[in-house]
T-cell receptor, first 113, second 114 residues
Framework: KQEVTQIPAALSVPEGENLVLNCSFT??????LQWFRQDPGKGLTSLLLIQSSQREQTSGRLNASLDKSSGRSTLYIAASQPGDSATYLC????????????FGTGTLLAVQP | NAGVTQTPKFQVLKTGQSMTLQCAQD?????MYWYRQDPGMGLRLIYYSASEGTTDKGEVPNGYNVSRLNKREFSLRLESAAPSQTSVYFC?????????????FGEGSRLTVL
């Protein structure tokens, strides 16, 4: 069964700390992987999209890596700020006959000032 | 840019009532989707549309119907609402073929069925 897991479910860090969020998937035959941010009561905002042929993508203080062989993606946030507090979700797209997009349940991040 | 717009943002229904959630995107995307988000369950796909005039069932389609009215609009209808349909509903769109591109989401519609 194709699953996407995000551990931990919640994380609290002091402001300024560099941090890593994890996303694990059970099937390495992925098409792409997308990281989202969700603020309370809001929709999902796309952060980064990594194609299966890529190893990483960067946007500002965010860097996402992809290791298909180990079934893992990480989202690195540099110099965290209170405004980074949100839930971060990853979604894995499986291609071919499967053609599914599966979401993890997210990591709730709190950056303490 | 408006992106993906959903209406209404909040709705309370009684069991058995019907309603339609509206979604429109202004990004000229081919593919559109309806998801529901429940605590501890993640996002689950209800229906999706690869192009105008086509719709397909997702993971949890029972109790719902959809219409892809034109390229911009994709509506979700609950014919006879049940308490199990209390959820937050999100519409999303993407360029290109289904699931291949970056997903853009609306702000969500919070539905309570009493």
């Amino acid at each position: 069964k194709q699953e996407v897991t995000q551990i931990p479910a919640a994380l609290s860090v002091p402001e300024g700390e560099n941090l890593v969020l994890n996303c694990s998937f059970t099937d390495s035959a992925i098409y792409n992987l997308q990281w989202f941010r969700q603020d309370p009561g809001k929709g999902l905002t796309s952060l980064l999209l990594i194609q299966s042929s890529q190893r990483e993508q960067t946007s500002g203080r965010l860097n996402a890596s992809l290791d298909k062989s180990s079934g893992r993606s990480t989202l690195y946030i540099a110099a965290s700020q209170p405004g980074d507090s949100a839930t971060y979700l990853c979604a894995v797209r499986y291609g071919g006959a499967t053609n599914k997009l599966i979401f993890g349940t997210g990591t709730l991040l709190a950056v303490q000032p | 840019n408006a992106g993906v717009t959903q209406t209404p943002k909040f709705q309370v229904l009684k069991t058995g009532q019907s309603m339609t959630l509206q979604c429109a995107q202004d990004m000229n995307h081919n593919s559109m989707y309806w998801y529901r988000q429940d605590p501890g369950m993640g996002l689950r796909l209800i229906y999706y549309s690869a192009s105008e005039g086509t719709t397909d069932k997702g993971e949890v389609p029972n109790g719902y119907n959809v219409s892809r009215l034109n390229k911009r609009e994709f509506s979700l209808r609950l014919e006879s609402a049940a308490p199990s349909q209390t959820s937050v509903y999100f519409c999303a769109s993407s360029a290109g073929t289904v699931f291949t591109g970056e997903l853009f989401f609306g702000e969500g519609s919070r539905l309570t069925v009493l």
